[in-house]
């Protein structure tokens, strides 16, 4: 079985065609490439052969490369792995110039055979780089199809001649968006931007590629970057206006990446030192600084967290091995922002929703809710008009509890109160059907104590998402002590119609993600109290990779619903409880009615519009600034580690079952620092002797709070690490 075929018709025209077997995408592997190198030779070594269209088998073309053939790369590479991964790049450099020269004479650029790219649909990364390489590229007139280089997302960056052909068909400026931001555009909006050549009707694909090779001429094949009259639109970087845009392109990236993400400053780089030197060097330059980021712990660690491991838990590595669970009717309980964003995302993937709340009118509002979101996407041309009205005819929004016959799965999203929460289970388990699976999307409320109000708590589940439902990709999913696997597979099958991430963990006070986060907004409260300067800590969190500082996070959650959890913690916990400190300072600031941005009052200030203007000056008022300020590090140590422990104790606690869920949850569900891969991956990246250390000295001065888990003790102390101890693979050997 191979990913690459070709024929050749009665006119010479070869069809290579990319369909890899036993999967729904075509991604690039090593034996793949070397298929498609072969094919390409033969083509232009046959005499018979006129022209080459490359193209997929599939509805789309490809996906990009499988990323698990880095690993292999270095390996084969021995104590070498860089020059390993160097080499590996220079093949597929030196495939994509094969595939561009064409055969034409070096000095004439004459006599090369027209090699064209028909992508049918979606093409990405690898997917583009290749076609990149072609002299057209057509594309089918596919409005669901992605195009784009969204390298930069998993934390490297275009390293197979995409970012140097980018740049020199369209300018540094001009393909800023598509490197830097992984921006990716539909076939008509890529034509428009110069990236693909032409769209075509999707079934006169194949035959306007033929044409087009029929009637090329030499000049026709000849790239413009191998032309000697070249320039590079814009101007490269020793022309005046090439000149600002790369100080301009420096002081963006630096300011977006906060130094901390290395594939943005790399491919700048090597835009940079590409650009003032002829193509071939342009390309090694390229290799270099793909190698660079490659090496460094930060890509490894977004590539496994971001890609392998959020895939493979996408696609279910940890659902029980029960039948299909999908969702065909799905009611909702409450339809306040969560309950409405919930039967938002469940309408719009096919499922049809029953949203309920204790008037008509509550209900109507929840459904006026998406219609809302739809308005908005119609305006900015992503929703037609026609799947507004698809997605809203399935809603049916009322206050009848009968209307519920006939769900599957029902998730109630009514206050955080016990006792509304049993009355709405109750209500609602007496209409569903003996099999049908109850949730709740409570954030902090114990799953098995809600369970009690359940006459079938094996059915009873836990399924925590984050607001905005629309816009959050994580949802937590939480096992209380009698739930059954047909309630977790019903769970994870939801997650995946709806097209989001799913971790599983078990029960415990605030689950993992917030039971990590919490100590986050606390740590920066706590050093509000003491004296340290809030622009110090809100910066020194934003410059480690943190998306919002600590106080910016409690003013937009509402301090106080801080409040509100802080009393009922520390009437669960009693003397135990640890946060009095903190305490101190929420319960001052809701006291003045500063309640953050909603109250357009919190630790910021705001203007009429409800936009921040800045820290708040009362704050020095009531907790003066300490004269003595403690090192940048010291801030950031301590807010890192008081979420990344946390993650620790979750796994020692059998909350988090699997690192992978730990890593991929802290990223998506509250933006943990995404280039270091989350906090089982950064405590790899540092060393468990070394955060063992700093454990200690923080502890030492702030409290046990950061003293060191004994599971973290245990692997420092056998030089271990947390995916060598962890890692599916590493469980499996």
């Not at 075929?5 to 369909?19: E, H, L, N, P, V």
């Not at 093409?123 to 390489?133: D, Q, R, V």
């Not at 890192?640 to 104790?649: M, N, T, Y």
Request: contains cysteine; proline residues 5%; aromatic residues 6%.
């Amino acid at each position: 079985m191979t990913d690459f075929t070709s024929t050749t018709d009665a006119d010479g025209i070869a069809t290579i065609t990319w369909d890899v077997p036993g999967k729904s995408m075509n991604v690039l592997s090593l034996d793949g490439m070397a298929e498609l190198d072969a094919l390409i030779d033969a083509a232009l070594a046959d005499a018979g052969v006129r022209g080459v269209i490359l193209t997929s088998g599939k509805k789309d073309f490809a996906g990009g490369m499988d990323l698990n053939i880095i690993a292999k790369m270095k390996e084969s590479a021995g104590a070498d792995p860089a020059r390993g991964l160097f080499d590996g790049i220079m093949r597929f450099h030196a495939l994509e110039r094969k595939i561009e020269l064409a055969g034409m004479d070096p000095k004439t650029k004459k006599g090369g055979k027209p090699i064209v790219a028909a992508l049918p649909g979606t093409a990405l990364g690898i997917g583009l780089e290749i076609p990149l390489s072609c002299h057209r590229i057509f594309a089918a007139d596919n409005p669901k199809a992605k195009i784009g280089l969204p390298e930069i997302l998993v934390g490297i960056f275009p390293g197979a001649g995409g970012t140097t052909r980018l740049v020199r068909k369209l300018g540094p400026m001009a393909a800023s968006p598509f490197l830097l931001e992984g921006k990716l555009s539909d076939p008509k909006k890529a034509q428009a931007a110069g990236i693909i050549d032409e769209v075509v009707a999707p079934d006169r694909l194949l035959a306007r590629a033929k044409e087009w090779i029929l009637a090329a001429k030499d000049a026709d094949l000849v790239k413009p970057w191998d032309d000697k009259g070249y320039k590079m639109p814009g101007g490269a970087p020793y022309h005046p206006a090439g000149f600002m845009t790369f100080v301009g392109a420096s002081a963006m990236v630096l300011g977006k990446t906060m130094g901390v993400y290395p594939a943005a400053k790399a491919l700048l780089s090597a835009v940079y030192e590409g650009a003032l030197v002829p193509f071939d060097a342009a390309l090694r330059v390229e290799a270099r600084w793909f190698t660079h980021v490659l090496m460094n712990p930060s890509s490894a660690a977004m590539i496994r967290s971001l890609f392998i491991n959020k895939e493979a838990l996408e696609k279910g590595a940890n659902r029980p091995a029960v039948a299909d669970q999908t969702v065909k009717r799905l009611g909702v309980l409450g339809a306040g922002m969560m309950g409405a964003g919930i039967a938002h995302v469940a309408a719009s993937a096919g499922i049809d929703v029953v949203l309920i709340d204790a008037t008509q009118e509550a209900a109507d509002r929840g459904k006026a809710h998406s219609e809302g979101l739809l308005d908005k996407g119609m305006k900015r041309g992503k929703v037609t008009a026609e799947k507004t009205a698809e997605v809203l005819a399935r809603i049916t929004a009322t206050a009848d509890y009968a209307a519920l016959a006939g769900a599957d799965l029902v998730v109630e999203a009514v206050f955080e109160d016990p006792k509304v929460k049993a009355e709405v289970t109750a209500r609602a388990e007496a209409v569903i059907g003996k099999d049908a699976i109850f949730a709740t999307n409570t954030s902090t409320l114990p799953i098995s104590d809600l369970a009690k109000a359940s006459k079938r708590p094996a059915q009873f589940i836990g399924i925590h998402f984050f607001s905005p439902v629309d816009k959050m990709m994580l949802v937590e999913i939480i096992k209380g002590r009698e739930t059954g696997d047909v309630a977790v597979a019903k769970a994870l099958d939801f997650v995946r119609q709806i097209r989001k991430t799913p971790i599983v963990v078990n029960d415990a006070r605030f689950f993992y993600a917030n039971r990590c986060i919490i100590p986050y907004i606390n740590e920066g409260i706590r050093m509000v109290a003491e004296g340290v300067e809030p622009a110090l800590i809100e910066n020194a969190a934003r410059l480690v990779g943190l998306p919002l500082g600590p106080l910016q996070l409690v003013d937009e959650t509402s301090i106080d619903l801080g409040v509100k959890i802080a009393r009922a913690t520390k009437a669960a916990m009693g003397a135990a409880y640890p946060d009095g400190a903190v305490d101190a300072v929420i319960f001052a600031m809701a006291d003045r009615g500063r309640l953050g941005r909603k109250a357009a009052a919190g630790f910021y200030a705001y203007d009429d519009k409800g936009q921040r203007t800045g820290l708040w000056d009362g704050l020095a008022d009531l907790w003066p600034v300490a004269a003595d300020q403690p090192e940048l590090s010291e801030v950031q140590h301590r807010m890192l580690f008081v979420q990344a422990l946390e993650a620790v104790r979750a796994l020692e606690e059998g909350v988090l079952t699997d690192i992978r869920e730990g890593d991929v949850g802290a990223i998506l569900g509250w933006g943990f620092c995404p280039w270091s891969g989350g906090p089982f991956s950064w405590l790899d990246m540092i060393g468990a002797a070394k955060a063992v250390e700093i454990c200690d000295r923080l502890s030492a001065a702030h409290g046990a709070r950061f003293a060191a888990p004994a599971l973290l003790r245990e692997i420092a102390a056998r030089g271990d690490s947390f995916y060598g101890r962890f890692a599916p693979a590493a469980r499996a050997a």
